[in-house]
């Protein structure tokens, strides 16, 4: 089956502008994480819809924003970028009705801020 | 949240060799995983291990919940086993993951 696909790839934006990245599951999964990884920071969470729901969002400013739709695709959006938010954002999947379930995770999109 | 400590932060490895990753973690958690990040970024899952022990091919792992740790074994590395290595945990009542800074293998021939 298809795994967790993240659009775009790669991304290259201007200090100032917004960015929406989109995350499709795995068929049958209804929770979608997104992380941030960064050469300083590392991987990073910040947040987690199930349902369309947010059930969970880590320490980052409000220009992050996410939102998940009826068939659990998702979409994180970012406004008013700056420098610092050249990273590489991962998207995570899982059953996620329960705890303790396998989470996969897709390729990512590589965002650089110029 | 949850600290993850990996030892070691870098590994090198003649071709063959066998190598123990470490994964310590701070709390109880539900979950654990181990993830091999490729080239172009994607984390790759090795095993989803909170407690007990898995073997895949050279690759096992065992994780001791009650004393918060987990233990990645590669056997008769490969060149193709570079990368780095992640370990993941969620807590109780949590819904995301935390991961540990990685340990990077280089593995030469």
């Known amino acids: 089956k298809a795994g967790v696909t993240q659009t775009p790839r790669y991304l290259i934006k201007t200090r100032g502008q917004q960015v929406t990245l989109s995350c499709s599951p795995i068929?049958?999964?209804?929770?979608v994480s997104w992380y941030q990884q960064t050469p300083g920071q590392g991987l990073q969470f910040l947040f987690e819809?199930?349902?369309?729901?947010?059930?969970n969002k880590g320490n980052f400013p409000g220009r992050f924003s996410g939102r998940q739709f009826s068939n659990s695709r998702s979409e994180m959006n970012v406004s008013t970028l700056e420098l610092g938010d050249s990273a590489l954002y991962l998207c995570?999947?899982?059953?996620?009705?329960?705890?303790?379930?396998?989470?996969?995770f897709g390729q990512g999109t590589r965002l650089t801020v110029v | 949240g949850i600290q993850v400590e990996q030892s070691p932060p870098d590994l090198i490895l003649q071709e063959g060799a066998n190598s123990t990753l470490r994964c310590n973690f701070s709390?109880?958690?539900?979950?654990l995983q181990w993830f091999h990040q490729n080239p172009w970024g994607q984390l790759i899952n090795l095993f989803y291990?909170?407690?007990g022990t898995k073997q895949n091919g050279r690759l096992s792992a065992t994780t001791v919940a009650t004393e918060r740790y987990s233990l990645l074994y590669i056997s008769s590395s490969q060149t193709t086993d570079s990368g780095v290595y992640f370990c993941a945990v969620e807590g109780t009542g949590a819904n995301n993951l935390f991961f540990g800074t990685g340990t990077r293998l280089t593995v030469i021939p």
């Open positions: 291990i909170p407690s």
């Open positions: 068929s049958g999964h209804r929770s």
């Open positions: 819809y199930f349902s369309e729901t947010q059930r």
């Open positions: 709390d109880s958690v539900n979950n």
């Open positions: 995570a999947s899982s059953l996620g009705a329960v705890m303790n379930t396998e989470a996969f």
